[in-house]
Nanobody, 129 residues
Framework: EVQLVESGGGVVQAGGSLRLSCTAS????????IGWFRQAPGKQREGVSC????????YLSDFAMGRFTISVDHSKNTVYLEMSDVEPEDTAIYYC??????????????????????WGQGTQVTVSS
């Protein structure tokens, strides 16, 4: 059974930084794409950043470009999301997700929650102004 456990959320002031972690278990880590999504109150869940196991490439959404970084530690089966220069608009529940690579680029895969079948419970990030 795939398990994804997020941690690292909390309250941070605008302009600050935060690092989220997601540790995976129950499957061969290098067989699945893995990424971060977020859902703000009243909004749909959206892709933030994803990592491709096929070519080690990454995808960053437009709003994350220049501020967020995704990284993977294969020895720990863990994916990180480094968030810097955060804004109140970044307030959301952040979810880790994983699945077998679909027949599309990591960017296309990361743009739809339908491409990921396994999800963590989420970690709340609140950015105060």
């Amino acid at each position: 059974e795939v398990q994804l456990v997020e941690s690292g959320g909390g309250v941070v002031q605008a302009g600050g930084s935060l690092r989220l972690s997601c540790t995976a278990s129950g499957y061969t880590f290098d067989d699945y794409h893995i990424g971060w999504f977020r859902q703000a109150p009243g909004k749909q869940r959206e892709g933030v950043s994803c990592y491709s196991v096929e070519d080690n490439s990454t995808y960053l959404s437009d709003f994350a470009m220049g501020r967020f970084t995704i990284s993977v530690d294969h020895s720990k089966n863990t994916v990180y999301l480094e968030m810097s220069d955060v804004e109140p608009e970044d307030t959301a529940i952040y979810y880790c997700a994983a699945d077998l690579p679909p027949l599309k680029t990591i960017g296309d895969a990361c743009e739809s929650v339908a491409n990921f079948g396994s999800w963590g419970q989420g970690t709340q990030v609140t950015v105060s102004s």
